[in-house]
């Protein structure tokens, strides 16, 4: 199958991709790496009448620190995540996950905002966003606005982002000395789709655990905040007893759908396991 015709703009600004999407009457799709909207344009997934191209919009690019934040234009690649030294700094979490992304020649030309715009709930750098604290920047005819990842995230593909909007930054709370970060996911193969996976964010000056931040993803129809469990670690020891008690508070934060052939009982049951074994690694001395 091929993808329907249609027009194709190349804007020089986010404001001019803002108003080709007004005059295509709404009936156009965003496109940066392209890793998603192709093959989906080849299945006739999507189909719009015009498809406007972001990637030259240089607003949209550049990895700097402002204040306590970090900010990020939505065309940052994903190899970046893994390889820019400020994003190592104060991102971790993004780096960690980075690797886990499907295969390197995705990872060379799929971005930031289009991975997080899609909200695919198999996806890692979503479910980071979350476990990070993260704000998106949008844009779209009225002006500019800012959403917390918690309120991003809406249904399956489905997020805050109203029809002609652009993502074009996240704003990420630069981690500090004291944070100690984490991720791991669980797939039959590397590169494919994980059965579950987990990023893990813990404020811990000393030996307590003063905040939590624990975002799973491949788990429901969004990425998902494991709240109770999140509250069940805050001001512990992170030891054996509080480990367990995180591990049995997933039951109130996730509930699987049940699938052919991964039953909801057996993701819940490899979500705690994941989470004991990144819990453990964090909680072993240094």
């Known amino acids: 199958m091929k993808a329907r015709a249609f027009s194709y703009v190349r804007p020089a600004t986010v404001a001019e991709a803002i108003e080709a999407f007004a005059a295509a009457g709404g009936e156009a799709s965003y496109i940066a790496g392209g890793q998603s909207l192709v093959p989906a344009l080849a299945l006739r997934l999507q189909a719009p009448e015009c498809l406007i191209d972001i990637a030259h919009i240089e607003t949209l690019r550049g990895i700097e620190r402002e204040g306590d934040r970090l900010r990020l234009g939505a065309l940052t690649r994903h190899v970046d995540a893994h390889d820019d030294p400020l994003i190592a700094q104060y991102a971790p979490l993004l780096r960690l996950a980075a690797p886990h992304v499907a295969h390197p020649a995705i990872r060379n030309r799929g971005t930031l905002g289009g991975s997080v715009a899609l909200a695919d709930p198999a ?145 819940l049951h490899l979500a705690r396991v994941l989470l004991g074994r990144l819990l453990g690694q964090l909680g072993a001395p240094t």
């Open 123 to 267: 996806s890692e750098f979503p479910a980071m966003m979350l476990a990070m604290g993260a704000e998106m920047e949008i844009a779209g005819p009225n002006g500019t606005r800012r959403v917390p990842a918690d309120a991003f995230f809406q249904d399956v593909y489905q997020t805050a982002i109203e029809s002609g909007e652009l993502l074009v930054a996240f704003h990420i709370p630069v981690a500090q000395p004291h944070h100690r970060c984490a991720f791991d996911e669980l797939a039959r193969r590397r590169g494919d789709y994980a059965l579950v996976g987990c990023g893990i964010m813990l404020a811990m000056p000393g030996e307590v655990v003063e905040e939590a931040r624990i975002a799973f993803l491949s788990v429901g129809p969004t990425p998902v905040r494991a709240r109770a469990a999140e509250a069940a670690l805050s001001g512990s020891r992170l030891d054996e007893a509080a480990i367990r008690s995180a591990q049995a508070a997933l039951s109130e934060d996730l509930d699987p759908a049940d699938e052919e052939h991964v039953p909801a009982a057996m993701r």
